[in-house]
């Protein structure tokens, strides 16, 4: 399996569990600092390696009255002054193939939403930036379709590539998290992210609806997915989940990030423990 740089960061088979963490979406620009300074202190505290995440454009709202962000324009500066100010790598996602190059002047890592990874236009424009690419594996994909997907980016000369798993549609509004795609994907040769708190979304109603999530549910799939061999955790968080505007029924607290990340830490180190003294 290949290991993906980002800057002074590496993901991979070879590196400790990386954090990508921030709220849904671009609010304000004191709760992106309050929430990315937050867990930098975390993530420093416990010798982690952080990305800070929070989109820009939320194109993909139930409503066209959802807040959906400050856009590209401002909200790329709002992250460059992330990077810059706190000292972070950051991620958002891009719509468009359009926005790729514009995008790729400030992240660390161009993000492709699960709904859009299939679109060639934006994956191949997202690969040519020569940043990193986060894939968001489509609700409608098997794991091994994601080879299709690699093959694009790599086409283009590419290879720190991560994949995210953030559950399968079986009907019904809910998302399912299969522990077999993760040890799929990883066979593709690439690093796995697990994000928790997209995959216990419940679609059909309103991520501003508490009935919008299940959040009780995050600490008992991240700690499978970290089990299973995922190089990374992929968690939306901010300082208070009730009043965010996006998937506030969905993002798991910032009181409560740290203990979730122990457990997750203490778990990968033990994983890659016994994948070393008791191999299968």
Excluded at 66 to 75: A, H, M
Excluded at 157 to 173: A, D, P, Q
Aim: charged share 25%; net charge neutral.
């Amino acid at each position: 399996m290949k290991t993906v740089e980002i800057g002074d960061i590496r993901i991979g088979p070879d590196a400790p569990l990386a954090l990508i963490a921030g709220p849904c979406v671009i609010e304000s620009q004191d709760v992106v600092f309050k929430t990315a300074e937050a867990v930098k202190k975390i993530a420093d505290k416990l010798r982690m390696t952080f990305i800070f995440k929070s989109s820009y454009l939320k194109d993909n709202r139930s409503s066209s009255t959802s807040y959906q962000g400050p856009g590209l324009e401002k909200g790329l500066r709002i992250l460059e002054k992330v990077r810059t100010q706190v000292g972070v790598p950051v991620l958002s996602d891009i719509h468009s193939a359009a926005e790729a190059e514009i995008a790729a002047e400030v992240l660390d890592v161009i993000q492709i939403p699960a709904y859009l990874s299939m679109q060639t236009s934006i994956v191949v424009a997202a690969a040519r930036t020569g940043k990193a690419v986060n894939v968001k594996k489509g609700q409608f994909l098997d794991p091994s379709d994601m080879k299709n997907v690699i093959n694009k980016i790599e086409h283009e000369n590419n290879t720190n590539i991560l994949l995210t798993e953030r559950g399968t549609f079986f009907g019904y509004h809910n998302l399912v998290v299969d522990m077999r795609g993760l040890v799929v994907m990883r066979s593709l040769g690439y690093p796995v992210v697990i994000d928790p708190t997209h995959s216990i979304r419940v679609y059909g109603i309103s991520s501003s609806d508490p009935r919008g999530g299940t959040p009780e549910f995050v600490p008992a799939l991240s700690r499978a997915a970290i089990a299973s061999g995922c190089e990374a955790v992929f968690i939306e968080t901010h300082p208070n989940c009730s009043e965010a505007l996006c998937d506030a029924a969905s993002m798991w607290p910032l009181p409560r990030l740290e203990n979730l990340l122990i457990q997750l830490k203490r778990l990968d180190e033990l994983r890659r423990d016994m994948e070393k003294d008791f191999p299968v």
